[in-house]
């Protein structure tokens, strides 16, 4: 069985087993023990609750309960930009026109701005390939938004998630190829390995402050703005299905999008019971859910097929009751994996 869990100060090695699977491209999560460790005490130190929650990284990982295996992680930033300066395009619009010569241009523009600084960032996820199937990589994301309704006063009212932009197989970046490349003189993979491990004041800086015309660009570069690599597609339909919209603000390095919701808006989030576990089975009409323990310490969700009775109880096997450390009769906060179809109950 899967269970999605607090990550422990025992995880590193399968946690850099997992980082080193990643590739390009997702800068919180690099193969280099160093930074794993540093962000793995961070992590334990804010499920204790012994920093501040603007400083806090909750980090989750996926534990295959039949194999001690870790399938993935997951994590949620506290607040991003109050330590360190949080960069993004602002994507714009500026209009040149002439009476006189009867011209009138739109001209798309890139503006560096810190404009979601203080957001609750959503980060980190990968799920190992060999459990890419059966709804592993939706329990996974969407476990974290159990955790933000439990405790929505550790969070910003503005979640947000930056997407890994488009980049080839050798890990090179259309975006970065056509403007980072002028500024910083590196390859993409070693700007993305250096922001990765923390090293960002060489951002500030080399970045150009002033604004850029998208259409000095060359095409490729245009083309892939706002767009998600191929493996990123399912995280970002799995987020938009939540309530997540992009907004027009866009990785500085690939170009990948910002998409953002307010904590109160995310679907999960909203639609999440707080019930008591039975210990019964399912009912005929059961479907996936997601419950967890509602623990800050120890906290674990898990998919379980089940749904609520009419009395507040929540239906469970001996399997999802092990899975969340849980008795009958304990509390559980639960919510239908998917927003269900309009044309079924």
Known sequence: MLVVRAINANDLDALYGLASQVGTGMTTLKPDMKMLGDRLAI??????ETIP?????????????????LAGVCAIKGAVGLEEPFYNYRIGTLVHSSRELDVFTRMETLYLSNDLTGSTELCSLFLHPDWRRDGNGSLLSKSRF????????????????????VSDEHGRSPFWESLGRHFFSMEFSEADY??????????????PQHLIYTAFLS??????????????????????????????YVDIFDAG??????????????????????????PAHAQPWLVSNRRRHGFAVTLAHTAPDADGQLPLDAQALAALAIA???SVRAVPLSRPHPNRP
Do not use: W
């Not at 929650?53 to 295996?69: A, I, L, S």
């Not at 250096?194 to 970045?207: D, Q, V, Y």
């Not at 995280?235 to 997540?244: D, P, Y």
């Open 43 to 48: 992590a334990c130190a804010s499920f204790a």
């Open 53 to 69: 929650p603007e400083k806090r990284d909750y980090m989750f990982v996926m534990e295959d309960t039949d194999t001690g295996r």
């Open 146 to 165: 159990l955790f933000l309704a439990e405790f929505p006063e550790y969070f910003s009212p503005r979640v947000i998630a930056e997407m890994r932009g």
């Open 194 to 207: 250096l922001t990765g491990i923390g090293n960002k004041s060489f951002i500030a800086e080399l970045m």
């Open 219 to 248: 095409a490729p570069a245009r083309a892939v703005i706002g767009q998600v690599h191929a493996n990123t597609r399912p995280a970002l339909a799995l987020l938009t299905g939540e309530g997540f919209r992009y907004n027009g």
């Open 257 to 282: 999008p910002a998409v953002e919701c307010p904590l109160a808006d995310i679907r999960a989030v909203r639609d999440s019971l707080c019930l008591l576990a039975a210990d019964r089975p399912p």
């Open 328 to 330: 009958p009769g304990d």
